[in-house]
């Protein structure tokens, strides 16, 4: 079992940067396939951002294209935390955040990994 607690959101003019936190529970952290998706009111949970174990301590990253180039995931194994940097914000950027943990599964579709966190509000005014 696996519990994730995000921080770091709040509001940003369009144009600032934001660094969301995610916190996990969980003894074999380092092995885990970690993802941020966002959700807007009204809109599906899509896709942000993963870093995915590729065994050892190997790891590779895949973004969305529509924050490729401005955001950045990253993760310390030492402190159980994975991060998302926020550059460059954008209105169309707003929504609320939730981190994601799976074993096994990293792919772009949210119904796929099993562990969530409350999500943590993002705010980008133009």
């Known amino acids: 079992q696996v519990q994730l607690v995000e921080s770091g959101g709040g509001l940003v003019q369009a144009g600032g940067s934001l660094r969301l936190s995610c916190a996990a529970s969980g003894r074999t952290f380092s092995s885990y396939h970690m993802g941020w998706f966002r959700q807007a009111p009204g809109k599906e949970r899509e896709f942000v951002a993963v870093?995915?174990?590729?065994?050892?301590?190997?790891?590779?990253?895949y973004y969305a294209d529509s924050v490729k180039g401005r955001f950045t995931i990253s993760r310390d194994n030492a402190k159980n935390t994975v991060y998302l940097r926020m550059n460059s914000l954008k209105p169309e950027d707003t929504a609320v955040y939730h981190c994601?943990?799976?074993?096994?599964?990293?792919?772009?579709?949210?119904?796929?990994?099993?562990?969530w966190g409350q999500g943590t509000q993002v705010t980008v005014s133009s």
């Open positions: 994601a943990a799976d074993r096994y599964s990293s792919g772009v579709n949210y119904y796929e990994w099993d562990y």
């Open positions: 870093i995915r174990w590729s065994g050892g301590s190997t790891y590779d990253t």
